[in-house]
């Protein structure tokens, strides 16, 4: 059964740093894309990026570059979202979503780590 | 502003046929790469209710449809019933940003 678990809420003061994660199961990690989905409250859904286990290759939304990092430990079927330096902005609910071999969709995805950042 | 317009909200009494349009342009719908549709309730992750335009994993309703025209495409709930009471989203690539994007989400109430 595939699974992508993520880690729990997260509560930071601005300017903190971050990294939030999605542990993967019941596939092979390195054959799919994982990507990461941003939901503000009461919004819609924001496609940030996405990277390839098996290189690393990563892709952003130009919305996204710069202002956030994505990465896999390949060696435990994780990946990453980081901030260096968190904004009030960046308070959200995040998704992790593994992408189909086929034409850019999530099949499956996490449930989601809820960010606070208040000072 | 999203690349991807849908109406914010559509409703429909039990049993009806309603649509919800997602609009987009030449470079993600008009360019011919695929749409998407996702069902999210509250407090939940979004999960995938239509793939590569008109395609249903496993376990959803023949109820929902998909179809594409040009720069536009469409989700269809025909028999509409309480429990698809949701946000709808749907999702293309865009070949000038180089990178997917969703609609902005459309509400659905079932009257």
């Known amino acids: 059964e595939v699974q992508l678990v993520q880690s729990g809420a997260e509560v930071k003061k601005p300017g903190e740093s971050l990294k939030i994660s999605c542990k993967v199961s019941g596939y092979t990690f390195t054959h799919y894309w994982i990507g990461w989905v941003r939901q503000m409250p009461g919004k819609g859904l924001e496609w940030m990026g996405i990277i390839y286990p098996g290189d690393s290759d990563t892709r952003y939304s130009p919305s996204f570059q710069g202002q956030v990092t994505i990465s896999v430990d390949e060696s435990i079927n994780t990946a990453y979202l980081q901030w260096s330096s968190l904004k009030a902005s960046d308070a959200a609910m995040y998704f992790c979503?593994?992408?189909?071999?086929?034409?850019?969709?999530?099949?499956?995805w996490g449930q989601g780590t809820p960010v606070t950042v208040s000072s | 502003q999203s690349v991807l317009t849908q109406p914010p909200s559509v409703s429909g009494a039990p049993g009806q046929r309603v649509t919800i349009s997602c609009t987009g342009s030449s470079s993600n719908i008009g360019a011919n790469y695929a749409v998407h549709w996702y069902q999210q309730f509250p407090g939940t992750a979004p999960k995938l209710l239509i793939s590569?335009?008109?395609n249903r994993p496993s376990g959803v309703p023949d109820r929902f449809s998909g179809s594409k025209s040009g720069t536009s495409a469409s989700l269809a709930i025909t028999g509409l019933q309480a429990e698809d009471e949701a946000d709808y989203y749907c999702?293309?690539?865009?070949?000038?940003?180089?990178?997917?994007?969703f609609g902005g989400g459309t509400k659905l109430t079932v009257l």
């Open positions: 979503a593994r992408e189909s071999e086929s034409d850019y969709h999530f099949d499956y």
């Open positions: 999702q293309s690539y865009d070949s000038s940003l180089s990178a997917s994007v």
């Open positions: 590569i335009t008109n």
